[in-house]
């Protein structure tokens, strides 16, 4: 038999120690899969003395990154430490010592995902990096190689586990934002700076990949429209629930006649939507393409094994590529120019939910600023507040407009005499 492939881990963390279990519970069926053994030779940690589960003893770690880089007798480099700039530096060495780099960082990726696959590619090495979207869900895979006749035009998903457990949790208990937080940061779920999820940094990352690999183009984090959840309120939730609607933090990337829409933001779809019915830390991903039509990809997002199957998964392909000879040919530049539609051009319905004042006139000032912005209502309900004697809450959803009317529209309500606040308004995903 051939000698093992030989592999150096970059981090031990959860997704680090993941994929060391896949590797060492599953040897007889990749060295069945694959031809050759493959071996754990080194892996790199912050600190040699951290408490570690007792099977990983049989590990050789070192807190010397170059002894990994530059260990010639090393094939591939799998890459779970996260982290950006100093990752980067590490990736790129690998790839000048001739490894095969496995990653599941997307955040590197979205940074520098097109300047790393331009090396790799340069220097015949493979990059692979399925892990760093959706988790478990071989999302990238599907886009790249099952659906590569086709010509997609939508993709649309629940790529972060964090916030759609918070959103779970806020609709079917009635609960708040901060206490869904406090169990989600208690659980696991939620780091401890919670930042990047609820405010759509993490999915934002994620479709910029997504959408550079769907549509060939260049999307970078810079390029796509962000909104998160730490404004959405159990109130809000609570008019979706009764207008029949589901809230999610949804990711967007649609390309219409050439033009690119990419955006992240909370949205609330119908609930017979597909999408609506995804639940607690699960992903979704729907792809749309013009011969295909619509299809989903379902399943864990996060968690230690199921990030670790992916990444075991990009290493069997790695492992055969070696075996073929034909490593680093699998980077494409893009084809197109990214051209991204103006807000002017971006349309949808809108939830608003507005506090008023309650008495006469004000219903025909609030009607006559949405009439002369030619926005029509397609539902719309009045309520007293319970805790403002003097006001009033009308809750609406209007027909489709454009992004830049409903920016105008709100701008002009909060400067309106009849309007004490404009207390949120919301994408609405179109039913049909």
């Known amino acids: ?13 959860t997704v680090g120690t993941g994929v060391a279990s896949i590797i060492k519970q599953h040897q007889e069926t990749l060295s069945h899969q694959i031809g ?18 007792p099977w990983l003893s049989s590990l050789e770690l070192t807190e010397d990154v170059n002894a990994i880089i530059q260990d010639p007798s090393i094939d591939v480099v799998i890459e779970v430490m996260g982290g950006i700039d100093e990752t980067y530096q590490y990736v790129e060495r690998a790839l000048k010592e001739k490894k095969h780099v496995i990653t599941a960082n997307k955040d590197l990726m979205a940074e520098y995902g097109s300047t790393l696959l331009h090396k790799a590619n340069d220097l015949h090495c493979d990059l692979f990096y399925e892990a760093s979207v959706a988790g478990g869900i071989p999302i990238i895979r599907t886009i790249t190689d099952g659906l590569s006749a086709d010509k997609l035009t939508k993709i649309m998903g629940i790529v972060n586990g964090t916030t759609n457990y918070m959103l779970t949790k806020m609709t079917e208990e009635k609960r708040t934002f901060d206490d869904v937080l406090d169990e989600a940061q208690t659980l696991g779920y939620a780091e401890a700076d919670p930042t990047a999820d609820v405010d759509g940094l993490d999915a934002a990352r994620k479709m910029a990949i997504l959408a550079t690999l769907a549509f060939s183009t260049q999307v970078y984090i810079s390029d796509v429209s962000v909104k998160g959840i730490r404004t ?26 050439g033009q690119l829409e990419v955006r992240v933001e909370p949205t609330l779809l119908p609930n017979t939507h597909p999408l609506a019915n995804v639940h607690n830390e699960y992903n979704a991903v729907l792809v749309e393409g013009e011969a295909m039509g619509e299809s989903m990809y379902y399943g864990p997002g996060a ?27 699998s980077y494409q ?3 197109f120019q990214t051209t991204f539609k103006q807000e002017n051009e971006i349309q949808s319905p809108y939830f608003i939910r507005l506090h008023v004042y309650d008495r006469a006139g004000t219903f025909a000032a609030i009607t006559t600023l949405f009439a002369q912005h030619d926005v029509s209502f397609e539902r719309l309900i009045q309520l007293p507040l319970a805790d403002q004697q003097e006001q009033a809450e009308v809750v609406l959803i209007t027909h489709t407009t454009t992004v830049a009317i409903i920016k105008e529209l709100v701008a002009k309500l909060k400067q309106l005499e009849a309007v004490a606040d404009v207390a949120s308004y919301y994408r609405v995903e179109q039913k049909g």
């Open 1 to 13: 038999m051939e000698r093992a492939i030989q592999i150096g881990l970059l981090g031990l963390g």
């Open 36 to 53: 050759r053994p493959i071996e754990i030779k080194r892996a790199f940690v912050k600190d040699l003395h951290k408490s570690r589960e």
């Open 232 to 257: 959405v309120s159990d109130i809000d939730l609570s008019y979706c629930e009764r207008f029949g609607y589901t809230m999610k933090l949804i990711g967007l990337a649609q390309k219409d006649e």
């Open 303 to 329: 968690g230690s094994l199921p990030t670790a199957t992916a990444v075991v998964s990009d290493l069997v392909t790695v492992a055969k590529n070696i075996q073929r000879r034909v490593h680093g040919m």
């Open 333 to 335: 530049t893009p084809m």
